[in-house]
């Protein structure tokens, strides 16, 4: 990442991203990061999240790692408290944490899996909010990118509790969003399509399938996480002003058809 931003327009804003130490996430902070914002790179994997602060401080950006599992709600809270006792407000906030799941039959889809993945993918976006939202209400205002899925308006096959829960995520961005208007908050959802990173790549091997998967959107390419990360700093912006409870594809023309 070079020190030279792209733009300015996060310059003396503070933004939060969680998941943020590898794929989607990582790419989110690099981005932000680029243009001007101070960060809070939170993870359960608190030495990735370590990494990536340490190299973006050295590209000359002012970034804090927190170690958080978004499934504890306390946790979650004692993490956005922690942000606000460093950096005194909460401009953004990219709730990104997730996990795949496993691809199964929803008959056989083990329960402990299902269990997980709704946890993780929509407990612990109800818990960020939770946190986050207050905070937003206090300062006046704030603007939140949740990370939802082309699976969160279309169904695929194999996968249930992912399916469920981005559907859920979508639900809960738009709700927000109805609440918190009239206190200056944005809400807003991005819905990505395939994008090869650990989380996806855990589920769906390298090869073949993926070449598959490219040859569903009309682009003939899966996205890649900086194609996200435009979007998520765009809506993170004063540019977005009048953008809330919406959720904006990313998927190369996935679910155009």
Known sequence: M?????????RGRVALVTGGASGLGAACCRRLGAEGARLAIVDRDGAAAEALAAELGAAGVEATAVTCDVVDSAAVARTIAAVIGRY???DLAVNNA???GVLAPLPDYPLETW???IAVNLSGVFHCLKAELPVMVRQ????IVNMASILGMVGFAGTAAYTAAKHGVIGLTRTAALEFGPANVRVNAVCPSFIPTPLTLGAIPPGAAWEALAALHPLKRCATP????GLVAYLGSEEARYVTGSAYTVDGGYTAG
């Not at 070079?2 to 996060?10: E, K």
């Not at 900086?226 to 990360?229: C, G, L, P, S």
């Open 88 to 90: 005194s407000r909460l």
């Open 115 to 117: 269990n997980r993945v």
């Open 98 to 100: 997730g996990v795949a």
């Open 140 to 143: 006046g205002g704030g603007t």
């Open 2 to 10: 070079s020190a030279t931003p792209v733009s300015t327009r996060y």
């Open 226 to 229: 900086e194609d996200v990360a």
